[in-house]
Nanobody, 127 residues
Framework: QMQVVESGGGLVKPGGSLRLSCAGS????????TGWFRQAPGKKREGVAC????????YYAESVKGRFTISRDNAKNTVYLQMNSLKPEDTAIYFC????????????????????WGKGTLVTVSI
């Protein structure tokens, strides 16, 4: 069964940076579309970014474009989310998720196609 584990969350000041990691276990993460999602307190979970496995294409939510970057390191079986210029409104639990369709593209940053989810890592942006 596909398992993913997130890490890298923490407390950061506005304007700061963090890099989140999503490590795959028991399968080759690079063969499957992988996305990052977040849920802020009192809000619904939303898509943040996704990276396809067929062509490496990437997708971002409008709210993070130009600030966040999603990438893969297949040798480490890991997907990253580099977050720069962080804002208090980026505070949320960040989840990694995988679409189990082999060598396919993301459906934007939509959640419906994602089949396997991690437990999340908390990012807090505050002074």
């Amino acid at each position: 069964q596909m398992q993913v584990v997130e890490s890298g969350g923490g407390l950061v000041k506005p304007g700061g940076s963090l890099r989140l990691s999503c490590a795959g276990s028991g399968f080759t993460l690079g063969y499957y579309p992988t996305g990052w999602f977040r849920q802020a307190p009192g809000k619904k979970r939303e898509g943040v970014a996704c990276i396809s496995s067929s062509d490496g294409s990437t997708y971002y939510a409008e709210s993070v474009k130009g600030r966040f970057t999603i990438s893969r390191d297949n040798a480490k079986n890991t997907v990253y989310l580099q977050m720069n210029s962080l804002k208090p409104e980026d505070t949320a639990i960040y989840f990694c998720a995988v679409d189990d369709v082999f060598r396919s593209k993301c459906h934007g940053v939509e959640q419906f196609a994602m089949d396997y989810w991690g437990k999340g890592t908390l990012v807090t942006v505050s002074i």
